[in-house]
């Protein structure tokens, strides 16, 4: 496989949405949620994750769990995953908590080549910039790149904008979704998975790996069929 492993994790309400329609921190899932995330991202090389995501959350981007972090530690990876932020824009802050001085496996900013001067330069201060593509970031470049960089398993924490561009590459292998027992409905609430969408044709397959229901959630697991 010229890229890595890629994996998605995303929690959903009963009616598939990740958040309010005010687009809060989503809060809505239980500890086990939170403590399945991190055993998530401890099995990962890097995590990545989108502006928006960054904007709405300012998250921190590690494992947080001492149980889970002694199970990385288990698995002889590092302590610290490599971060990597895709914005097109660059119209994030560089005082955000991703880029902590203190994470030594440092930051990737996955941008384009026509994103604004003067907002790479503030960026590329507390990481490291790597241009691909004009307009959008070209998803298949920045994975070739992580691959090169070592990279083997990826832990996606996106939106539904960005987890669509990984579904429009068919560059996903699994994906984790949480189905909590809660409902937000409105039009304009995000869903898991956005963008343009396919057709009927066009649609991914699934096989559902696992399911398990605990205290009312439902932790789902599905292997993108090729």
Known sequence: MERPFVYVNMAMSADGKITSVRREEPRFTSPRDKKMMDKLRAEADALLIGAGTLRA???RQDVRDPEMREYRRSLGKPEWLLNVLVTASASVDPASRLFDPEHAAGVVVATVEDAPPDRLRRLGEVAEIW???????DVDLLLARLKARGVLRLLVEGGGELNWSFVERDAIDEIYIT???AIFGGHDAPTPVEGSGLDMAGRRRLRLVSADVVDGEIFCRYAFIR
């Open 179 to 181: 189905v909590a027992p």
């Open 57 to 59: 959350d300012n998250p």
């Open 131 to 137: 241009t691909l593509g004009r307009g959008r970031v």
